[in-house]
């Protein structure tokens, strides 16, 4: 059975590797609900939903392989946050590879032309994450049109919240009189006024994804 590889179409693992890990007890892998897991302790579980994990061992660093995402190196711990972070995006309906991708937009895992060069790589939080869809359901937003907002502009999960994005619904409801149904209907149209935080006022900063010169 050493050196035989366990197949699915989501995912493959080499149970030579595994098996010779010290710890390393078992592999097993299930098509129909499309969860691979692997347990190389007595004490953790290692998920892995669409694409693959991949222990770099001895470090003990995952990097997540996807067809959706570049490569995203995690530690054990971090690798959690990120699919406790997934469970946010559950209601919304996108498959695991589009939730793997609107995470790294928004966190600067995977490049982005909207946050230029100023994203910091940071690992998803559910509590964070949870606070923007709570706050957009908030507008009148239902979880329908959160999948349209949050598709067309993942980064919005990685905008502040208290910095920007109630901010810019303030200055929409003082100075052009958008709130309520009108509200709503911008920002599935437009999603990224709530990540605006320059303006330039014709004298370009080169900020142009994130300036109020767009509106």
């Known amino acids: 059975m050493l050196g035989k590889s366990f197949a699915t179409p989501l ?33 953790i579980t290692f998920n892995v939903t669409r694409g693959s994990w991949t222990s770099n061992y001895p470090s003990k660093k995952w990097t997540l392989h996807s067809t959706a995402t570049d490569n995203i190196v995690l530690t054990e711990e971090e690798k959690k946050t990120w699919n406790d972070s997934r469970q ?18 928004a966190f600067g895992h995977i490049h982005s032309p909207y946050w ?50 109630k901010t810019n619904v303030e200055i929409l409801a003082k100075q052009w009189g958008i709130e309520g149904k009108t509200l709503r209907n911008l920002l599935i149209r437009n999603p990224k006024v709530l990540g605006y935080n320059v303006d330039c006022k014709g004298d370009c900063v080169a900020k142009c994804t994130r300036c109020w010169a767009r509106f």
Do not use: H, Q, W
């Open 88 to 105: 946010a995006l559950s209601a919304l309906k996108f498959s695991p590879e589009e939730e793997d991708k609107i995470l790294g937009k």
């Open 11 to 43: 995912l493959t693992f080499n149970s030579a590797s595994c098996f010779s890990s010290p710890g390393c007890d078992s592999v097993s892998t299930t098509a129909n609900t499309l969860v691979g897991y692997v347990n190389c302790s007595s004490t």
């Open 116 to 165: 230029y060069e100023e994203r910091k790589k940071e690992v998803p939080r559910l509590e964070v994450v949870n606070e923007i869809l709570d706050y957009l359901r908030s507008l009148s937003l239902t979880d329908d049109d959160l999948t349209k907002l949050v598709k067309k502009f993942p980064e919005v999960l990685g905008c502040s919240l208290e910095d920007e994005m």
